[in-house]
Nanobody
Framework: QVQLVESGGGLVQAGDSLRLSCAAS????????MGWFRQAPGKEREFVAR????????FYAESVKGRFTISRDNTKRTVDLQMNGLKPEDTAVYYC???????????WGQGTQVTVSS
């Protein structure tokens, strides 16, 4: 199986930046791309961004477009989420996930907490 481990979460002030990283490992790596999701207390899980491994094409939720940037390193098998201009409403547990055929997210990390104070 593929294992995903997030890192980089923490406590920051509004307007600050934070960079999350997701490391993928496993003997068989057959995922087409990676996505970032987040879940705030009392709310449902929300899509944030995704990126395709082969060509690096990206897609963002409207709420983060222009502020967040997703990127990948195919050699290191890592996917980062650069978050700029953070807002208190960005506070959530952030999860990385891998998707295969049909953009089905079959692999999930454990999550990392991002807290933005104002």
């Amino acid at each position: 199986q593929v294992q995903l481990v997030e890192s980089g979460g923490g406590l920051v002030q509004a307007g600050d930046s934070l960079r999350l990283s997701c490391a993928a490992s496993g003997r068989n790596f057959n995922i087409y791309g990676m996505g970032w999701f987040r879940q705030a207390p009392g709310k449902e899980r929300e899509f944030v961004a995704r990126i395709r491994w082969n060509d690096g094409s990206t897609f963002y939720a409207e709420s983060v477009k222009g502020r967040f940037t997703i990127s990948r390193d195919n050699t290191k098998r890592t996917v980062d989420l650069q978050m700029n201009g953070l807002k208190p409403e960005d506070t959530a547990v952030y999860y990385c996930a891998g998707y295969g055929s049909g953009r089905i997210y079959d692999h999930w990390g454990q999550g990392t907490q991002v807290t933005v104070s104002s």
